[in-house]
């Protein structure tokens, strides 16, 4: 499967962002989606991850309750809405697909396929 992340770009802190990535190549339902970020001179971090059937969802505690992440099989594209952003949440984020297992994954060595990255910045 192959990802492609779009969305990214800049908001002042409180502000909202919704980031999509859109999936081509394969049974995108068969697809547990994920999305991680990485923040300048950090490592990658877990954001959040949907299962394919949509039913199920996970977040990273500091995203709990801020961001959603969902998905639409038949447009064949994840997305994370992101609202109350802190500067904090300035990053490069990443989807992520991976096939089988538990829904709920935090390694990103789980995850076989990858898109680009966008970026987001949150102003202060």
């Known amino acids: 499967v192959q990802l492609q992340a779009s969305g990214g770009g800049l908001v002042q802190a409180g502000g909202s962002l919704r980031l999509s990535c859109a999936a081509s190549?394969?049974?995108?339902?068969?697809?547990?989606m994920g999305w991680f970020r990485q923040a300048p001179g950090k490592e990658r971090e877990f954001v959040a991850v949907?299962?394919?059937?949509?039913?199920?969802?996970y977040y990273a505690d500091s995203m709990k309750g801020r961001f959603t992440i969902s998905r639409d099989n038949a447009k064949n594209t994840v997305y994370l809405q992101m609202n109350s952003l802190k500067p904090e949440d300035t990053a490069v984020y990443f989807c992520?697909?991976?096939?089988?297992?538990?829904?709920?994954?935090?390694?990103?060595?789980?995850?076989?396929?990858w898109g680009q990255g966008t970026l987001v910045t949150v102003s202060s």
């Open positions: 190549g394969s049974t995108f339902s068969l697809y547990h």
């Open positions: 992520a697909a991976r096939v089988g297992g538990v829904t709920y994954q935090l390694r990103e060595t789980s995850y076989g396929y």
């Open positions: 949907i299962s394919g059937s949509g039913t199920s969802a």
